[in-house]
């Protein structure tokens, strides 16, 4: 029950966010949200933009990612729930509204996940096993995304430079990651560690442009006060969204993305817990940036939230107040992070280059994944389906966004097995 409630509360509570325009989880539709507030765009093209933003990554990405680790990633909930805010109106029915089918969704997305695991099961051949396979690659190869921001926004040199530095550290974690404590035993995970260095070298690369012409930079908090004050006036609500977040994390029932999510699974809460602070480190700018420019901030704040749950897995009340203070004090430290990005330009252009860089990360990374679940259910063809459906995907007239190509195809291969084994074209090999 507790679990329900929890998943139909964030449901229910974020959709409220989205629909009174205080908080949205999609950073490419936070910029519109004040083109409605301004009256440049109507309630109906607000919508129609969320959906157009989200849908194909809930349909595509979210949801088939979630089922093959039966734990569901946060975007299922927090992309729909931007949708269902700005599908309702801007009344004070609408927002009542909003609640109602935002907790729904949540029901049903949970009950649903159990549904589908249970129709898996029922399956001739049951390929959910193989589906985890598809975030596989996502936990490791996550870990060189900060390299190839560097490359973006520093050039090549600076980048492979990055690069070689995130793979040697990979190697001497491996090797030298393991400590003992009394009767404790500490291992680093290797992909998280990594990824951190490079978090490191990608905030001292652009923190070394600085502005020369202060007089003709304005000041971002200046500039910025209303919007900055209308996210700090919205603190209490924001504070609940965080404590429902932190809590849901702990109860293992949602995860903030794909790499902790995948570590969440195998039961590596600490090692998830590590890997989700490097990629909240990476969201700082983003995040921080949008939401002064906006006004409007993000549902899962800088997603530090999620490490709170996943560092206190199995402890929901504890979780639920840090992960209030924590995404409180992310709200009131805009400020200072203003004040900073003022005197380091390289580190305000940066959020750009990440969210680039990490697209480009997943999208491939999950194709490779997709790949190896296709090929775990029929060898040599399950390559080839995946590989063939993202290529003739790039050449339908309404394409799916290429982030979720990879998981729907090795979704499409697993049921014509599936359906091959019915019909009798197809024979399951025996287990040795």
Not at 140 to 161: D, H, R, S
């Amino acid at each position: 029950m507790l679990e329900y409630i929890v998943i139909m509360a964030i449901g229910a509570f974020a959709s409220v966010l989205s629909n009174r325009g205080v908080a949205v989880f999609n950073d490419g539709f936070r910029p519109l949200i004040p083109q409605y507030f301004e009256n440049k765009i109507s309630r109906a093209e607000l919508a129609a933009m969320s959906f157009a933003i989200s849908f194909g990554l809930v349909i595509g990405f979210a949801i088939p990612t979630s089922i093959a680790a039966t734990i569901i990633l946060i975007h299922c909930i927090l992309l729909t729930t931007d949708m269902i805010g700005t599908f309702t109106p801007d009344t004070t029915t609408g927002t009542i509204i909003a609640a109602v089918l935002g907790a729904a969704y949540g029901f049903l997305i949970l009950a649903g996940l159990q549904f589908v695991v249970d129709v898996f099961a029922m399956l001739p051949y049951n390929f959910l096993s193989n589906l985890g396979k598809v975030s596989g690659p996502v936990t490791v190869a996550f870990a060189i995304f900060p390299a190839v921001a560097i490359g973006y926004q520093q050039g090549f040199k600076k980048g492979a430079i990055a690069a070689a530095s995130t793979v040697l550290v990979y190697f001497l974690v491996v090797r030298f990651g393991i400590f003992k404590l009394g009767d404790f035993t500490i291992a680093l995970n290797a992909a998280g560690t990594s990824m951190l260095v490079g978090m490191i070298m990608m905030i001292a690369f652009a923190s070394q442009t600085k502005s020369s012409e202060s007089k003709n930079n304005e000041n971002l908090t200046a500039v910025f006060s209303k919007q900055v004050e209308r996210i700090q006036k919205n603190w209490p609500y924001l504070a609940v969204m965080g404590a429902l977040l932190a809590a849901g994390t702990s109860l293992s029932i949602v995860a903030g993305d794909p790499t902790s999510l995948g570590l969440l699974a195998g039961g590596e809460s600490a090692n998830a817990a590590m890997a989700a602070f490097a990629r909240a480190i990476g969201f700082i700018p983003l995040v921080f940036t949008t939401a002064i420019v906006t006004g409007v901030y993000g549902t899962a704040g800088c997603t530090f939230v999620f490490v709170v749950g996943l560092m206190f897995n199995g402890n929901p009340l504890v979780a639920a107040i840090l992960g209030a203070v924590v995404i409180v004090l992310e709200v009131f430290l805009i400020n200072a992070f203003a004040r900073m990005m003022d005197k380091f330009p390289g580190i305000r252009e940066m959020g750009e280059h990440i969210r680039t860089a990490m697209n480009k990360v997943l999208e491939l990374a999950l194709l490779i994944g997709s790949a190896f679940a296709a090929e775990a259910m029929v060898a040599n063809v399950g390559a080839l389906f995946v590989i063939g459906c993202y290529l003739l995907n790039r050449t339908a007239k309404k394409p799916i966004v290429d982030l979720a190509v990879g998981p729907v195809a090795a979704i499409a291969f697993g049921i014509l097995v599936n359906i091959l084994v019915i019909i009798g074209l197809y024979v399951l090999p025996v287990a040795a």
